[in-house]
């Protein structure tokens, strides 16, 4: 007998739930699902009237607000170094389309990483993740695996780290960020440091370094307002690249890209971007009250 699949059977025991006016949360999706601040529907509102395609980087207000949010993290930008997105899925594939080479995968990873890697090309190599914590490759296997890949005649170049991790939950510590740039310098790898859920680390107590804090000239990090802001279904994302010939070629490989597939981030969004990553007392709120 052919038994009903797990989705199907929780699908119906919600529904009764429903019915029988049980109170419910939702955990099956990675969705906060919190209401929208007041003040970004009325940025979003407001920026209306910004119909022209623009930029396909990203206008200088958006660029510049998200220059500021990653130097208040500890890491001085250039406007000229970040590009908006609808959303950080589509620079992740971006990346894998402006860089040559394999890449290497955290396992278990977030489950986009991989098919973005078979689209473009390429196919990942998994690396086993450390006991401590998911999210990032441990140190040790990362070498063997980059050392069998090339005696296979394959090219590793990309690494990339999850920082708070999706699916675990976890944290890589400091240290062990440190040593995975080390690994990442000694071999000639480029960094793509997903950090989305990085305003989600409420605990100031809870150390958290970037890979690109320690090796920045080879460290493209990845962000958005999905997760810390609950607003997955406008798609903002912005990606910050290494200053210096080797991120502006990496960066010029993305906006070419984006150039044929996306144009540029909706000008709505745009405004809604140079306000939210401003961090506005309206933001900063919601991330205290949310801790």
Request: some cysteine.
């Amino acid at each position: 007998m052919t038994q009903p699949s797990p989705n199907l059977t929780l699908n119906h025991l919600v529904e009764q739930r429903r019915a029988a006016g049980e109170p419910l949360v939702n955990l099956t999706f990675g969705e906060a699902r919190l209401p929208v601040i007041p003040e970004l529907a009325q940025q979003l509102a407001a920026g209306a009237h910004r119909a022209s395609y623009g930029p396909v980087a990203g206008a200088e207000d958006a660029r510049s607000a998200v220059a500021g949010y990653f130097a208040r993290r500890g890491l001085p930008t250039d406007p000229a170094d970040i590009v908006l997105a609808p959303g950080s899925k589509p620079l992740l594939m971006a990346l894998n389309l402006a860089v040559d080479g394999d890449v290497l995968l955290p396992r278990p990873a977030w489950n986009t990483y991989a098919p973005q890697a078979r689209y473009a090309g390429k196919e990942p190599i998994a690396v086993p993740v450390p006991d401590v914590c998911g999210g990032v490759p441990d140190p040790g296997a990362l070498r063997v695996a980059i050392r069998r890949a090339r005696a296979a005649g394959r090219t590793p170049r990309l690494l990339v780290l999850t920082l708070p991790d999706n699916p675990t939950g976890t944290l890589a510590p400091p240290d062990l960020v440190r040593e995975l740039a080390a690994v990442a310098e000694a071999e000639d790898l480029l960094i793509v440091s997903d950090e989305i859920y990085r305003d989600v680390v409420h605990d100031p107590a809870t150390p958290f370094l970037s890979p690109a804090d320690i090796a920045p000239e080879r460290t493209v990090v990845t962000t958005g307002l999905s997760k810390s802001l609950g607003i997955g279904g406008w798609r903002v994302g912005a990606a910050r690249f290494p200053a210096g010939p080797r991120g502006r070629a990496v960066r010029a490989g993305v906006v070419a890209a984006a150039s044929e597939i996306w144009s540029t981030l909706a000008g709505p969004l745009q405004q809604v971007a140079a306000y939210a990553f401003a961090e506005p007392a309206p933001i900063r709120a919601r991330s205290a009250a949310a801790a």
